[in-house]
């Protein structure tokens, strides 16, 4: 009878250290995505940002060596990302290919100018740094005007300002959320066991000594529970990847595996400590008030 009870005490703490596992892992899956969508939503505004182009238009005249000089004199420039130099005749044929017939052969010359397309760096796509870079270009004598989207830019920095603010109350909001469910659960498993911590304590076992096997499980349960979350978002990564092609471009490993980190972190953390003060809690009972 008494290897029985034995028994089936031990099948009821696994079941609960499993359920606890899997509660871990499931919250810390919800967070983990959500920094997965914050790196997306961070390198696909970088994406569009770094794809707003200005065009500086040449004077006419200007020799295409010429051209080509300024250009890898812009590129050294700390404000730009890359750059590509159109011709008259490149520009000619792109109109043409937009128009659907040839306007120079209709015209009867080509009254297009060359150009040089900027892509600037994320950081400086705004409006000022635009202000700036313009005046400083528009000072050399070789360059006719620099044209581009300026309602475009200012679009697209209000919409993510937007977005971003947005994501990041969601952010805490559920960080919040987390730590809650993490923390109830840990109680919840820690309230089966307070008989055996209250006995482990009536027989002259220190608080220390006590904690020590709850914190080591505690720890270890916030692990398990990490590295279950952390194979899901893989999974969900190459899932998303395969399903839609174009999410290439916005991946970033190095990010990723700083996300994995802050989850794991964050599974032994909130595990360790939320075991250590509901240990706490039934060390400063008193033997009727477990019965509450």
């Keep these: 009878m008494e290897a ?11 079941s609960v250290y499993i359920s606890t596992v899997i509660s871990i892992a499931l919250v810390l899956l919800m967070t983990g995505l959500l920094g997965l969508l914050l790196v997306h939503a961070k390198n696909l505004s970088n994406y569009v940002k770094e794809n707003i182009v200005l065009n500086i238009i040449m004077n006419d005249g200007v020799s295409e060596g010429n051209v080509l000089a300024y250009q890898k004199k812009l590129e050294s420039d700390n404000y730009v990302l890359r750059s590509q130099y159109i011709s008259k005749e490149l520009a000619a044929k792109n109109l043409s290919e937009e128009l659907g017939e040839d306007f120079v052969e209709f015209l009867g010359h080509n009254p297009l100018l060359s150009s040089i397309d900027i892509y600037l760096k994320a950081e400086y796509a705004n409006t000022d740094s635009i202000q700036t870079f313009i ?24 919409n993510i300002r937007s977005i971003g603010i947005v994501i990041l109350a969601f952010t805490a909001l559920l960080l919040v959320i987390a730590v809650a469910l993490i923390n ?6 820690i309230y089966s066991q307070r008989f055996l911590i209250k006995s482990m304590q009536m027989v002259g076992a220190t608080r220390g000594f006590i904690r020590k096997p709850f914190l080591g499980y505690g720890i270890l349960h916030g692990l398990l529970g990490a590295l279950i979350a952390i194979l899901l978002l893989l999974l969900t990564l ?3 990847q395969r399903e839609i092609p174009e999410l290439v471009f916005l991946r970033n490993w190095y990010e990723f595996v700083i996300i994995f980190i802050i989850v794991a972190g964050l599974g032994i953390l909130i595990s360790g400590l939320s075991t250590y003060f509901a240990v706490s809690k039934y060390l400063r009972l008193k033997s009727a008030e477990l019965y509450r």
């Design 184 to 189: 109830n659960t840990i109680r919840l498993a």
């Design 135 to 158: 005046k400083k270009v528009s000072a050399n004598d070789m360059v006719k005007e620099v044209v581009y989207q300026e309602s475009l830019i200012d679009m697209v920095n209000k």
């Design 238 to 240: 190459h899932l998303g």
């Design 4 to 14: 029985f009870e034995v028994s089936t005490s031990s099948k009821k703490t696994k």
